[in-house]
């Protein structure tokens, strides 16, 4: 059967859950083959749950090098991998990270790249010489299309909860890999690493309920209700466009077409309207539950609990019920 790359996302140790999915998406062409890039010890902590996903192998790539910089080491040792296990793709989270890494492979091994892929088929069926297929939703989500690379190894970037992850036992054999040594004078070097707000809060894409303001939340200020509803799930906190773009939350927490996909258990939208682009980011969620105070909201389309009254009255009265519970 084809190996598979997939490149695994951690943050110091701690596995990011859209490594299961790649692992997951891996599984539809192959046979993944996880690699832990990271510093000594790292793949120790992780070897479990990769083999609980799938994972065949673990290659191992650890040195101090491997955290000092920013992407250069992964690129390194993918692009020494491809050479060597010649497989039949590489996976890499549609991260900012990622892409950049996704990017900087295909470059550097001369092959295809497959941006965004919500889904991975494998058109030539079961067994070896497998037809690599990426399955990417454009448009705002409006339609779906297929893509495939005829030049080298695909490079496919997976974009965090576009597709669910299931279990499935792996050996995890472990093989050891070198992480060429980083050109100082070429890569750019971490100096420090600083938290941004969002405090304790699970990240964005990491956690299974979501609780995101939109417009109609009116100010920053205001953007308390939310939090407060969000901390008594020990949720994240998103926001729509709208919200951003008036300052009533930093960008990286924008959910939708030009901003992060979830997929969590549960996603709950106060004050927003439900327009494609934010759907986009969000409509795969398990179970959507909007306020809203105009009941022709197009989020309540999508929304399988929808509360028509004003999200200052509504969010509070769920904060207290939740956080009685
Ligand atoms: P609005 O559409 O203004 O809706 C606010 C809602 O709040 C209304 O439905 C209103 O009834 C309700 N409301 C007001 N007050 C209250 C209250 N007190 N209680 C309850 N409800 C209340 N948008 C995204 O979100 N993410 C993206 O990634 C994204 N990418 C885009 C990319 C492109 C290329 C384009 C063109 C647009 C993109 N947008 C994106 C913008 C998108 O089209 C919408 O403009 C945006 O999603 C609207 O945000 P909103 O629902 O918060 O605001």
Same mark, same amino acid.
């Given at each position: 059967?084809?190996?598979?790359?997939?490149?695994?996302?951690?943050?110091?140790?701690?596995?990011?859950?859209?490594? /299961?999915?790649?692992?997951?998406?891996?599984?539809?062409?192959?046979?993944?083959?996880?690699?832990? *890039?990271?510093?000594?010890?790292?793949?120790?902590?992780?070897?479990?749950?990769?083999?609980?996903? $799938?994972?065949?192998?673990?290659?191992?790539?650890?040195?101090?090098?491997?955290?000092?910089?920013?992407?250069?080491?992964?690129?390194?040792?993918?692009?020494?991998?491809?050479?060597?296990?010649?497989?039949?793709?590489?996976?890499? %989270?549609?991260?900012?990270?990622?892409?950049?890494?996704?990017?900087?492979?295909?470059?550097?091994?001369?092959?295809?790249?497959?941006?965004?892929?919500?889904?991975?088929?494998?058109?030539?069926?079961?067994?070896?010489?497998?037809?690599?297929?990426?399955?990417?939703?454009?448009?705002?989500?409006? /339609?779906?299309?297929? !893509?495939?690379?005829?030049? #080298?190894?695909?490079?496919? !970037?997976?974009? +965090?909860?576009?597709?669910?992850?299931?279990?499935?036992?792996?050996?995890?054999?472990?093989?050891?890999?070198?992480?060429?040594?980083?050109?100082?004078?070429?890569?750019?070097?971490?100096?420090?690493?600083? +938290?941004?707000?969002?405090?304790?809060?699970?990240?964005?894409?990491?956690?299974?309920?979501?609780? !995101?303001?939109?417009?109609?939340?009116?100010?920053?200020?205001?953007?308390?209700?939310?939090?407060?509803? %969000?901390?008594?799930?020990?949720?994240?906190?998103?926001?729509?466009?709208?919200? *951003?773009?008036?300052?009533?939350?930093?960008?990286?927490?924008?959910?939708?077409?030009? $901003?992060?996909?979830?997929?969590?258990?549960?996603?709950?939208?106060?004050?927003? !309207? #439900?327009?494609?682009?934010?759907?986009?980011?969000?409509?795969?969620?398990?179970?959507?539950?909007?306020?809203?105070?105009?009941?022709?909201? +197009?989020?309540?389309?999508?929304?399988?609990?929808?509360?028509?009254?004003?999200?200052?009255?509504?969010? +509070?009265?769920?904060?207290?019920?939740?956080?009685?519970?």
């Amino acid at each position: 059967m084809s190996e598979v790359l997939v490149l695994v996302d951690h943050v110091d140790g701690e596995i990011k859950k859209v490594t /299961f999915e790649l692992l997951t998406a891996a599984r539809q062409i192959g046979e993944p083959s996880a690699v832990v *890039v990271g510093s000594p010890g790292t793949a120790a902590k992780l070897k479990e749950s990769l083999a609980a996903y $799938g994972a065949a192998k673990v290659y191992v790539a650890e040195s101090d090098d491997a955290t000092g910089y920013l992407v250069t080491p992964k690129v390194d040792v993918l692009a020494a991998l491809v050479e060597k296990a010649a497989p039949a793709a590489v996976l890499v %989270a549609a991260t900012a990270d990622g892409k950049e890494i996704a990017g900087r492979l295909a470059a550097r091994t001369g092959s295809g790249l497959l941006v965004d892929a919500i889904g991975i088929e494998n058109t030539a069926g079961s067994g070896d010489g497998a037809v690599v297929v990426a399955v990417q939703s454009i448009f705002g989500g409006a /339609f779906v299309v297929k !893509s495939k690379s005829n030049k #080298g190894t695909p490079i496919v !970037s997976v974009r +965090p909860g576009g597709l669910e992850a299931e279990q499935a036992q792996g050996a995890a054999a472990e093989e050891a890999v070198d992480v060429p040594a980083a050109d100082a004078a070429k890569s750019a070097r971490i100096t420090g690493q600083e +938290p941004i707000v969002g405090g304790d809060r699970p990240e964005l894409t990491e956690a299974s309920v979501v609780v !995101s303001g939109g417009r109609g939340v009116g100010s920053a200020e205001q953007f308390e209700v939310v939090e407060k509803l %969000a901390d008594a799930f020990g949720a994240a906190v998103g926001a729509s466009r709208a919200a *951003v773009d008036s300052g009533y939350y930093p960008p990286q927490f924008q959910v939708g077409q030009t $901003g992060k996909t979830v997929s969590p258990q549960l996603y709950v939208a106060l004050g927003i !309207s #439900g327009a494609i682009q934010h759907r986009a980011g969000m409509q795969t969620s398990k179970t959507i539950v909007a306020v809203n105070k105009d009941a022709e909201a +197009p989020i309540f389309e999508i929304a399988d609990f929808g509360v028509v009254g004003d999200l200052f009255a509504v969010a +509070p009265q769920l904060t207290e019920e939740v956080g009685k519970r």
